[in-house]
């Protein structure tokens, strides 16, 4: 009898240890350490505010460099996340392009990537990479996908190669649907060149999924959530999702019902929304474990 007490507590004692092992696996293979952040200004937080002296964009029309009223979706996804500002690496500048067209003074998407990774022989294979670029292409006249995704592409490939795994990539929204472009002639033309940039990348990213097993890449389909949105703004909160809340140097009442800021960029409680979807995006790639999901908490911004 004691002998048999005695086998049922060492395997008691084997099982609980080899519990608690699975466990520590588990959070290490489910856990995102760091956030590297590449784009254009849907995703700065004060990377041109500080590159131009705090001069733009202007304070306090845009909150503390953002292109929005508020803090943007990536601030969000950081929050829910639970990482520190020290774990929260931002490159991304307002007006960046994927390529070499745009502003000189402005690094596109793949120049903000290739100054990383001159900097970086090796990189964190626990850290979530982010993309989110390919409409200022777009409004400053490209007229085919095929380049802006293969920038997008040629960036992801230059962090593959020093060891990056997990990746964030939205996709774009209709553009001809943006405020100050619904009225513009090419209004349907920035549509179809959304709908072939999404299926390129798209297909782009399916591709290297199957080259390397290692990878993990969600798409945050920024599009289809603009798309709800606008279809049914009272399931977000929203009354108005055609016009923009800044006009000129009015503000309306209540920007919190607005989908967009100004005549491009969301508002910050649009952003809050892109940055609930983006975590649930990840968490679905299996990126995060069940752990990391914990009831969203309302944030006043100060």
């Not at 254009?40 to 845009?62: C, E, K, Q």
Request: charged content about 15%; glycine content about 8%; overall charge neutral.
């Amino acid at each position: 009898m004691l002998r048999k007490n005695w086998l049922l507590t060492i395997g008691l004692v084997i099982l609980i240890l080899s519990m608690v092992v699975l466990t520590k696996f588990l959070d290490k293979s489910h856990s995102l350490t760091e956030v590297y952040i590449f784009g254009d200004s849907l995703s700065d937080t004060g990377m041109v505010f500080r590159a131009t002296g705090g001069t733009y964009p202007p304070n306090p029309t845009y909150f503390h460099g953002r292109y929005s009223n508020g803090r943007v979706w990536i601030e969000y996804l950081s929050e829910r996340l639970h990482l520190s500002t020290k774990q929260i690496n931002n490159f991304a500048y307002g007006g960046a392009t994927t390529g070499s067209i745009g502003n000189s003074y402005i690094p596109s998407l793949l120049q903000q990537v290739q100054s990383f990774t001159q900097k970086h022989q090796k990189t964190n294979s626990d850290a979530l990479y982010v993309f989110w670029a390919g409409a200022n292409d777009y409004l400053q006249g490209v007229s085919s996908a095929t380049v802006p995704v293969k920038n997008i592409m040629s960036a992801i490939n230059l962090l593959t190669d020093i060891g990056s795994q997990k990746f964030l990539v939205a996709n774009l929204l209709d553009l001809g649907q943006l405020p100050a472009m619904k009225a513009a002639t090419n209004s349907i033309s920035l549509n179809a060149l959304t709908q072939a940039h999404n299926q390129s990348l798209r297909r782009s990213l399916k591709v290297l999924i199957q080259q390397d097993s290692h990878l993990k890449i969600a798409t945050l389909d920024a599009n289809s959530l603009y798309r709800d949105a606008i279809a049914n703004p009272a399931a977000f909160g929203f009354t108005n999702v055609t016009s923009s809340c800044l006009s000129g140097s009015t503000i309306c009442g209540n920007p919190d019902q607005f989908l967009f800021w100004d005549g491009i960029h969301p508002t910050t409680a649009a952003h809050r929304i892109i940055g609930e979807t983006a975590f649930s995006t990840i968490q679905e790639a299996g990126m995060i474990n069940s752990g990391s999901i914990l009831v969203p908490e309302t944030t006043s911004v100060k």
